[in-house]
């Protein structure tokens, strides 16, 4: 069916594509960050509690032993200088052994933990050097020796600074120590504040994307209803004009049957042939043929606007020549100027190309009716004036055109009345002539299947100009049109 090709038309609104998209890129941000934050804080985390148990704590515990041992270094001496033990001398290469061997462990964690203790620990493990090769160089007096010369012996000075060494390095792996703590605290904390803004921003983007998501339900739920009820209506309207169009068939068919055998029988009775008739019964027989025939106008015509509405008026399409076409026209309704004490005039430019690719008898159809109407509506002494014009200044659309204007110094029509003349059967209220409110309506559709259209200006009490609008087409062969 013709009307339903227009549901189709009708798309629920499109909302715009980036108005949900912004949010929802914000939500799979907010949940991307919430992912990457505590892996990053995490890995940070662990790194400095590593830093902590596999470097500083056992170099605190290595460096604790190197304490340890030297005390026990300078114990040892202490008991050979005393007792010539050669087992306290045993004791202290031990122990300075020992030492020696803690050295390079220690090194390799300090290095973990910054130049600063390395350097404490080179320091340390200098001085400590330093302090063996002076007691083994020491040139340890064999008996009565004074203090003074024990404490020299000890190389006791050495021994102390050895020993501040050692406290130094401990006092930076206990600040290294400390210094990580305090750092992986910090990290927790603006990952907490990080978390928590995460968390609100994110909440914030889903509650816009699911208030969007119902906006863009509850749009296309209308959208849908709305297409639903247009559905309906096209049907019914649809289902209507198919009532309307049966109706009229029917009925045209059964009334221009018996109206066309009635006009048989009235030209009958007028050709004389069952008898002469008097004066006054040849004129009785003339009014009947002419309401007949007004009747049978009125069913073709009905019968034109049902072939419009349901699509079944075929188009036979070829190239007209519209100057003839038009004098054709006019002098169709030469005879009713003449009665009405009118002359309608042509004027067209001979040399101009004015053949159009169109239907020629729907061409006419509508010419005759608005020369009918300029006739119709133009008291004597009035004018007709028919003019036509290929590509006039004004056309209803771009392209190409003739404008076939008809225009008369009739009874015009009054402005809030130019666009509804065009509706089925409305007439101007107090028009006067004979008519049923159906060629202009009739008239127009057909122009517009043609491709064109019918408009018109009007000034009341002093004319109107109607004007046929038809696209030209160029003709190459019998075919059809080369292009639009
Ligand atoms: P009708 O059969 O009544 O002429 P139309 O559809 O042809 O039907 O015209 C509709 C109405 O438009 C007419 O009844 C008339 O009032 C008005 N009309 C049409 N043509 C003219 C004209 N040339 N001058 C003034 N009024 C006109």
């Known amino acids: 069916m013709k009307n339903e090709s227009r549901v189709r038309i009708f798309r629920p609104p499109n909302p715009s594509r980036w108005s949900g998209a912004a949010p929802s890129a914000f939500v ?74 803690i050295y390079p462990e220690l090194e390799a964690h300090a290095a973990e933990l910054g130049a600063s203790i390395v350097g404490d620990i080179a320091e340390l493990r200098a001085l400590s050097m330093h302090w063996h090769e002076r007691l083994m160089l020491a040139d340890l007096p064999e008996e009565s020796i004074t203090p003074e010369a024990f404490e020299a012996a000890l190389e006791q000075e050495l021994y102390l600074r050895t020993l501040e060494a050692a406290g130094r390095a401990d006092l930076a792996l206990r600040g290294a120590v400390l210094e990580r703590r305090h750092e992986i605290r910090r990290v927790e904390i603006t990952a907490g504040v990080a978390y928590f803004l995460l968390f609100v921003v994110g909440l914030g983007a889903a509650v816009a994307v699911a208030m969007l998501n119902a906006r863009i339900r509850r749009l296309a739920e209308e959208a849908n209803e709305r297409r639903l009820e247009v559905e309906r209506a096209l049907d019914e309207t649809a289902r209507a004009l198919e009532g309307r169009a049966s109706l009229i068939r029917g009925f045209t068919h059964d009334v221009k049957n018996p109206l066309g055998a009635a006009d048989g029988f009235a030209d009958l009775l007028a050709s004389g042939i069952r008898g002469e008739l008097t004066e006054t019964q040849a004129e009785t027989v003339a009014r009947i043929r002419a309401a007949i025939r007004g009747a049978i106008e009125i069913i073709d015509e009905l019968l034109d606007l049902s072939r419009l509405e349901s699509g079944g008026l075929h188009l036979r399409r070829e190239a007209v020549e519209l100057g003839s076409l038009t004098k054709e026209a006019i002098r169709h309704q030469a005879g009713a100027a003449a009665r009405e004490g009118l002359e309608i005039t042509l004027r067209v430019d001979e040399n101009e190309d004015l053949v159009a690719y169109t239907d020629r008898d729907r061409v006419r159809q509508v010419l005759g009716n608005l020369l009918s109407n300029a006739v119709k509506y133009t008291p004597a002494p009035g004018t007709v004036v028919v003019a036509i014009h290929r590509n006039p200044s004004d056309p209803p659309r771009a392209g190409s055109w003739v404008a076939i204007s008809v225009t008369d110094s009739g009874v015009g029509i009054p402005k809030e ?62 075919g059809g049109p080369a292009h639009a």
């Not at 509690?49 to 114990?75: D, F, G, H, T």
């Not at 008991?79 to 061997?101: C, H, I, K, M, W």
């Not at 002539?433 to 002093?462: F, K, W």
Request: glycine letters at 8%; aromatic letters at 6%.
């Open 28 to 101: 799979i941000l907010a949940l991307l960050a919430l992912l990457l934050v505590p892996m990053l804080v995490q890995g940070r985390v662990d790194r400095l509690r590593q830093e902590i148990e596999e470097s500083a704590e056992p170099s605190r515990a290595l460096l604790a032993e190197v304490q340890y041992l030297l005390a026990r270094q300078s114990s040892a001496v202490r008991g050979y200088l005393v007792t010539r033990s050669p087992d306290q001398l045993d004791q202290y290469t031990r122990f300075v052994a020992r030492e020696n061997q």
């Open 417 to 478: 009345e130019l666009e509804r003349i065009f509706d089925e059967f409305h007439r101007v209220p107090g028009s006067t002539g004979r008519g049923h409110g159906l060629g202009l309506a009739i008239s127009r559709r057909v122009a517009r299947l043609l491709g064109g259209d019918v408009t018109v200006r009007s000034t009341l009490g002093e004319g109107s100009v109607f004007v046929l609008w038809l696209p030209i087409r160029d003709v190459v062969e019998e």
